[in-house]
């Protein structure tokens, strides 16, 4: 009976390791991330799926690998793969659809409120003071030409007045 009860515990960690594989292809569906980071991802995952086996069979087995260890495992991954994974997925992207909405929504208002009163008034501030100061020093160079062509013998013709 000790060994139903076991075979059974192995089939919900397969179950679990089933889960945290579609959370991870959740996350790769929700947000759109660079090869690397997937790789990264896989690693994880694959240490995940370990420690939840390895946690598995010293808690439920006392470390001691039986065959019917690994088919309860890969009975409850095809059987979660195969009953509930689409349904866990559709709802889980759902809700992460309708969370970045609640989350982006006022994030973009404050973000559109900090570009509009904030860093354009500061640009167009900038760009005026960009614009005074070339044509300051271009005044300046008229000046600085004009002395040098009106004043060819003077010493002090290369002085900016």
């Known amino acids: 009976m000790s060994e139903l009860y076991t075979f059974l515990l192995f089939i919900l960690t397969g179950i679990s390791i089933g889960i945290l594989f579609d959370i991870f292809r959740i996350l790769r569906r929700s947000f759109k991330t660079i090869d690397f980071i997937t790789y990264i991802q896989d690693f994880l995952f694959w240490i995940l799926a370990g420690v939840i086996l390895l946690y598995s069979i010293f808690s439920f087995n006392n470390g001691e690998l039986r065959a019917y260890i690994f088919i309860g495992v890969i009975m409850g991954v095809i059987l979660y793969m195969l009953i509930l994974s689409k349904y866990f997925i559709k709802i889980s992207v759902t809700i992460i659809s309708i969370l970045k909405k609640i989350i982006y929504t006022p994030i973009k208002f404050i973000l559109n409120i900090i570009i509009k009163y904030i860093i354009n008034p500061l640009s167009r501030l900038g760009k005026k ?3 005074l100061t070339k044509e300051f020093f271009t005044k300046i ?9 009106n004043n060819k013998n003077n010493k002090f013709s290369n002085k900016i007045e």
């Open 141 to 149: 160079n008229i000046k600085y030409k004009i002395n040098i062509k």
């Open 129 to 131: 003071i960009s614009n």
